[in-house]
């Protein structure tokens, strides 16, 4: 039995050792196979860490290139767009300069045209721009008084009435009215109807006889005037327009022979007036004081200013219209 029991116990630690002998290649395969599966895993790490920084560089460097080539394409455009651009303002430039030109020549030939042995002397001083002879320049008279001009605006704004005769009127006992501002409002002049006067050369030439003193014309031909209530006339200094209203006041003056006709209320307060003289005047009735008192009408002239107060003198009896 013990014999036995020896024998059992020699093959247990037999087979025990053998086990463990069995073991250790086992373990030290499965630490290579682990070691290589790591050395690989790294590897396949640092291969897709350096693929991808290839990618991104390269991907950076095209980016880079594209902008480059971008803005390079860009700039050329942008140069072509402006040389297209100044090219095409350069040619509506010339365009406009050629049909200026034309309109200029076309108007300066009919202006020679229509010119009559008044107005052949008259020579304008390009320095100065006042006008050197007696005469008066035309409405479309060059560059330097085109359609309409407004080189001699602030001339023409603050015209005066020339210089001449005219008596000392003294008054008493005359009420100041209520102010323009609420006359226009609260008692405003009935306006006229069919009112439709153009700016002609005929017109031009009839003008330039009524007031020769006055240099400053600029309306081109087919023009057409303004109609403006007699409350307004004081913005209009300088230009030929229509003015409508009812009169106040009418006053003769014997040494002179001209009736002065004052709208919205009696001298010196008055808002605008209008010069006619005597022979004019007595056209239209024998007693003009009485006929045109109180009434209605329309006058077409200039307006000039004197003593701070706008006026229009008339010499035409188809200046002054009833309504």
């Given at each position: ?143 330097d008084h085109s359609i ?172 002054i219209n009833l309504y």
């Open positions: 039995m013990e014999a036995m029991k020896k024998i059992i116990f020699i093959s247990f630690v037999s087979l025990f050792f053998l086990a463990a002998v069995a073991q250790r290649p086992s373990r030290s395969r499965i630490n290579e196979k682990t070691n290589t599966e790591r050395n690989k895993s790294e590897m396949t790490v640092n291969r897709s860490v350096e693929h991808k920084s290839r990618s991104y560089n390269s991907k950076s460097d095209q980016s880079s290139n594209n902008h480059s080539f971008g803005t390079r394409t860009d700039n050329r455009t942008l140069e072509r767009s402006g040389n297209t651009l100044n090219s095409g303002s350069l040619h509506d430039k010339r365009e406009s300069n050629q049909q200026n030109g034309n309109s200029n020549r076309s108007t300066n030939d009919k202006i020679i045209r229509n010119k009559t042995d008044l107005h052949k002397n008259i020579r304008i001083d390009k320095s100065t721009g006042t006008v050197n002879t007696r005469n008066v320049p035309s409405a479309n008279s060059g560059r309409n001009s407004r080189d001699l605006e602030h001339e023409r704004k603050t015209y005066h009435t020339p210089d001449r005769e005219r008596t000392h009127r003294e008054v008493y006992n005359v009420k100041r009215p209520k102010s323009i501002e609420y006359r226009r409002i609260h008692y405003s002049y009935r306006a006229p109807k069919y009112i439709n006067i153009i700016w002609t050369p005929r017109m031009y030439r009839e003008y330039v006889l009524i007031y020769p003193e006055f240099r400053y014309w600029y309306f081109p031909y087919g023009y057409r005037i303004r109609t403006v209530s007699a409350y307004d006339a004081m913005y209009y200094i300088g230009d030929v327009v229509n003015v409508y209203g009812r009169i106040h006041e009418v006053w003769y003056s014997w040494q002179t022979d001209e009736y002065f006709l004052y709208f919205g209320a009696q001298f010196p307060y008055h808002d605008f007036s209008i010069i006619i003289p005597g022979l004019k005047a007595r056209q239209f009735s024998r007693r003009p004081e009485i006929f045109f008192s109180g009434r209605y009408i329309w006058a077409t002239g200039l307006i000039s200013l004197h003593e701070g107060k706008p006026e229009m003198i008339v010499r035409k009896k188809h200046q």
